[in-house]
T-cell receptor, first 112, second 115 residues
């Protein structure tokens, strides 16, 4: 079935380091792809999304490009801050039944 | 714009007891979801409603979990009787309609501990 696989954590970085979290998917049809973020003690928030191939989603300095040829949607940020410490979830919504499925999440800790 | 509201935020119950969670989606959102998030894992869909009809409840443990959305707005999720493995955060989410490009908005969750 359709699924999302993302890089296992935890990931620990220093401030201003470059962050990449890999995400690949398997799906029939043309899903929409999302990155959600969960800050400590808070609910899930949409970080960015892309609804078709080659679309680039961006928000708060984060970017991800929908790559159909590699079935990937890797999350990147050029210079992380302590406030970026959170759990990041890659997710897809199937185009046939609109079901939102999540990856397992990647915990990112940024040290000052 | 008000977000997805959930209550209670926290609940501790003993095993075999029952518990109910309430969700009020964003105004005008036709699609409502309940997810279960066990610590350290990604959220797992329990049930999906479109207005007051069930779209998908294939992963809902129907022997103990039930959910309803009678008037197509608010929803309740009930667990009876609870087991230790039901300890999790129960997330309610909503979106405007059934469209794969629509953003799905989440509430802050209801944290359940079964002891």
């Amino acid at each position: 079935g359709d699924s999302v696989t993302q890089m296992e954590g935890p990931v620990t970085l220093s401030e201003e380091a470059f962050l990449t979290i890999n995400c690949t998917y398997t799906a029939t049809g043309y899903p929409s792809l999302f990155w959600y973020v969960q800050y400590p003690g808070e609910g899930l928030q949409l970080l960015l999304k892309a609804t078709k191939a080659d679309d680039k989603g961006s928000n708060k300095g984060f970017e991800a490009t929908y790559r159909k040829e590699t079935t990937s949607f890797h999350l990147e940020k050029g210079s992380v801050q302590v406030s970026d410490s959170a759990v990041y979830f890659c997710a897809l919504v199937r185009s046939n039944d609109y079901k939102l499925s999540f990856g397992a999440g990647t915990t990112v800790t940024v040290r000052a | 714009e008000a977000g997805v509201a959930q209550s209670p935020r926290y609940k501790i119950i003993e095993k075999r007891q029952s518990v109910a969670f309430w969700c009020n989606p964003i105004s005008g959102h036709a699609t409502l979801y309940w997810y279960q998030q066990i610590l350290g894992q990604g959220p797992k869909l329990l049930i999906q409603f479109q207005n007051n009809g069930v779209v998908d409840d294939s992963q809902l443990p129907k022997d103990r979990f039930s959910a309803e959305r009678l008037k197509g707005v608010d929803s309740t999720l009930k667990i009876q009787p609870a087991k230790l493995e039901d300890s999790a955060v129960y997330l309610c989410a909503s979106s405007l309609d059934l469209n794969s490009g629509n953003t799905i908005y989440f509430g802050e969750g209801s944290w359940l501990t079964v002891v």
